[in-house]
């Protein structure tokens, strides 16, 4: 899952569709003509994923021509979908319920792989990417990216580009505000100070952004409230060993505490801005225009500013603002904390040309078309070696390199069926605090407890210390 923004191809871009088309020969596949003869279907978000509607249609082009120089006796059609990643995945759901609108390969988001896999729309792919086809994308990918689209033993996915999470900050505000530069909390309690700071030298401006509300559906979890989860003293959401999801501990607590002080203070983004269809992109655009201070952010918005015709230019980011890790609770070991997530390509169950999806996929994650999808998308690229290609690196600096750091500290969200539910629940709740930051924490712990039991029944759900 990644970002609404609807921004225009970086300066680089042409260039580097050019370098993939030249590396493509040999990345993927088992040879010219392995797919043999047919069809390949692929559903896709058009203008999601990528910066820009134009760089998303460029870089699709750029793999048909590819796809089509490698296997010209399969034919590639390609289904495009515009809105945001809960638009695709209805369309998709809707597509998938009869095996003649099933498309061969998907791309989605992370977070609804185990949806999908869990409904047996699925294809296992522990063959694929052990095989000769993989070679040079899947054993580059650390532990913790292939991961998070094995369930039960089974992948259902490979991943395509992920997202982590930092804390983006205007230098100029809070250099107005008399914080010392460069700023490096080590606590949640130094974050909501200086954010207070902020607002004191200029009421007017919102001193800090975390998603909040449930527009943007499970984004807003791997955004916003699930980096405060993994960084409080309890970070469990869904209980692997008990198989209940988590309504309440001091985890889910301090988490909601700190929305509740953020907005009681007034700190917080309003809800016109929270709860806005398109609030996930706007960020980059408020810290340049010097209406937002700080910002839970993520490793895409150095992107959009070094995009000369984006909606956000911004050259003199590299200098204006400042990143550092999101800290723990209280500082306690490792010190940082950030969720993992993604979007990534899966085959269906229903496909007629399972070896046909498969050599797709290989194509699309070949070493060059990763660093294409990464510098066009704003993604930390899935295989460490092309996260470390000077073209990434220096693409954004220093951001880039900064958040590759934050990296090591990503926790993927959990990849299980009914992740959207509670991704659902939990937001609404800290949707509630933002409309009222005087609501009964208990009364709203209640409510997280209900909305996910209400669906997934009263045994599903557990209180944690």
Same mark, same amino acid.
């Given at each position: 899952?990644?970002?609404?923004?609807?921004?225009?191809?970086?300066?680089?871009?042409?260039?580097?569709?050019?370098?993939?088309?030249?590396?493509?020969?040999?990345?993927?596949?088992?040879?010219?003509?392995? &797919?043999?003869?047919?069809?390949?279907? !692929?559903?896709?978000?058009?203008?999601?994923?990528?910066?820009?509607?134009? $760089?998303?249609?460029?870089?699709?082009?750029?793999?048909?021509?590819?796809?089509?120089?490698?296997?010209?006796?399969?034919?590639?059609? @390609?289904?495009?979908?515009?809105?945001?990643?809960?638009? $695709?995945?209805?369309?998709?759901?809707?597509? /998938?319920?009869?095996?003649?609108?099933?498309? +061969?390969?998907?791309? @989605?988001?992370?977070?609804?792989?185990?949806?999908?896999?869990?409904?047996?729309?699925?294809?296992?792919?522990?063959?694929?990417?052990?095989?000769?086809?993989?070679?040079?994308?899947?054993?580059?990918?650390?532990?913790?990216?292939?991961?998070? *689209?094995?369930? +039960?033993?089974?992948?259902?996915?490979?991943?395509?580009?992920?997202?982590?999470?930092?804390?983006?900050?205007?230098?100029?505000?809070?250099?107005?505000?008399?914080?010392?530069?460069?700023?490096?909390?080590?606590?949640?309690?130094?974050?909501?100070?200086?954010?207070?700071? !902020?607002?004191?030298?200029?009421?007017?401006?919102?001193?800090?952004?975390?998603?909040?509300?449930?527009?943007?559906?499970?984004?807003?979890?791997?955004?916003?409230?699930?980096?405060?989860?993994?960084?409080?003293?309890?970070?469990?959401?869904? +209980?692997?060993?008990?198989?209940?999801?988590?309504?309440?501990?001091?985890?889910?607590?301090?988490?909601?505490?700190?929305?509740?002080?953020?907005?009681?203070?007034?700190?917080?983004?309003?809800?016109?801005?929270?709860?806005?269809?398109?609030?996930?992109?706007? %960020? %980059? $655009?408020?810290?340049?225009?010097?209406? @937002?201070?700080?910002?839970?952010?993520?490793?895409?918005?150095?992107?959009?500013?070094?995009?000369?015709?984006?909606?956000?230019?911004?050259?003199?980011?590299?200098?204006? !603002?400042?990143?550092?890790?999101? %800290?723990?609770?209280?500082?306690?070991?490792?010190?940082?904390?950030?969720? @993992?997530?993604?979007?990534?390509?899966?085959?269906?169950?229903? *496909?007629?040309?399972?070896?046909?999806?498969?050599?797709?996929?290989?194509?699309?994650? &070949?070493?060059?078309?990763?660093?294409?999808?990464?510098?066009?998308?704003?993604?930390?690229?899935?295989?460490?070696?092309?996260?470390?290609?000077?073209?990434?690196?220096? /693409?954004?600096?220093?951001?880039?390199?900064?958040?590759?750091?934050?990296?090591?500290?990503?926790?993927?969200?959990?990849?299980?069926?009914?992740?959207?539910?509670?991704?659902?629940?939990?937001?609404?709740?800290?949707? +509630?605090?933002?409309?009222?930051?005087?609501?009964?924490?208990?009364?709203? $712990?209640?409510?997280?407890?209900?909305?996910?039991?209400?669906?997934?029944? &009263?045994?599903?759900?557990?209180?944690?210390?």
């Amino acid at each position: 899952m990644k970002h609404f923004k609807r921004f225009a191809v970086p300066a680089v871009g042409a260039a580097l569709l050019v370098t993939t088309a030249a590396c493509s020969g040999s990345p993927a596949g088992s040879g010219s003509g392995s &797919s043999g003869s047919g069809t390949v279907t !692929v559903l896709y978000s058009n203008n999601y994923v990528f910066n820009s509607d134009a $760089l998303a249609t460029q870089w699709w082009k750029g793999i048909a021509k590819q796809w089509k120089a490698k296997y010209p006796h399969t034919k590639l059609v @390609l289904q495009g979908t515009g809105g945001t990643d809960i638009d $695709l995945m209805n369309k998709a759901a809707i597509l /998938f319920r009869s095996p003649s609108t099933t498309p +061969d390969v998907i791309q @989605l988001p992370t977070t609804y792989v185990a949806q999908f896999a869990g409904s047996s729309y699925l294809e296992p792919l522990n063959s694929f990417v052990h095989s000769s086809k993989a070679a040079s994308f899947w054993p580059t990918m650390p532990a913790g990216v292939q991961n998070m *689209s094995t369930i +039960d033993g089974n992948v259902y996915s490979v991943n395509a580009g992920n997202n982590n999470t930092g804390l983006l900050y205007n230098k100029a505000m809070l250099t107005r505000a008399g914080v010392k530069m460069p700023w490096k909390p080590t606590n949640w309690q130094q974050i909501l100070q200086v954010a207070a700071k !902020v607002k004191a030298a200029d009421p007017g401006v919102w001193p800090l952004w975390v998603a909040a509300g449930v527009a943007a559906g499970p984004t807003n979890v791997l955004q916003g409230s699930g980096n405060l989860i993994f960084g409080s003293s309890n970070t469990t959401m869904f +209980d692997t060993k008990t198989k209940k999801w988590v309504v309440d501990s001091s985890g889910i607590r301090a988490t909601l505490e700190f929305y509740q002080k953020m907005f009681k203070q007034g700190l917080g983004a309003p809800t016109s801005q929270l709860f806005r269809a398109d609030a996930v992109g706007q %960020p %980059p $655009l408020l810290l340049k225009q010097g209406k @937002l201070a700080i910002a839970i952010g993520s490793n895409w918005y150095p992107s959009v500013w070094a995009s000369p015709k984006s909606a956000a230019p911004w050259a003199a980011a590299k200098t204006a !603002v400042g990143s550092a890790p999101f %800290p723990t609770q209280n500082g306690q070991t490792p010190g940082a904390a950030s969720t @993992l997530g993604g979007w990534a390509y899966a085959v269906s169950k229903a *496909s007629k040309n399972v070896q046909g999806a498969e050599d797709f996929i290989a194509l699309a994650s &070949s070493p060059a078309n990763q660093l294409t999808t990464a510098v066009w998308s704003g993604f930390v690229p899935p295989s460490t070696p092309v996260g470390e290609k000077p073209l990434f690196i220096n /693409f954004a600096p220093p951001f880039q390199a900064d958040f590759n750091t934050y990296a090591k500290y990503g926790v993927a969200l959990p990849n299980n069926v009914n992740f959207p539910v509670y991704a659902r629940a939990l937001n609404t709740v800290t949707g +509630d605090f933002a409309q009222n930051p005087n609501a009964s924490m208990s009364a709203e $712990l209640a409510r997280l407890s209900s909305l996910v039991s209400q669906q997934l029944g &009263s045994g599903s759900v557990e209180t944690l210390p």
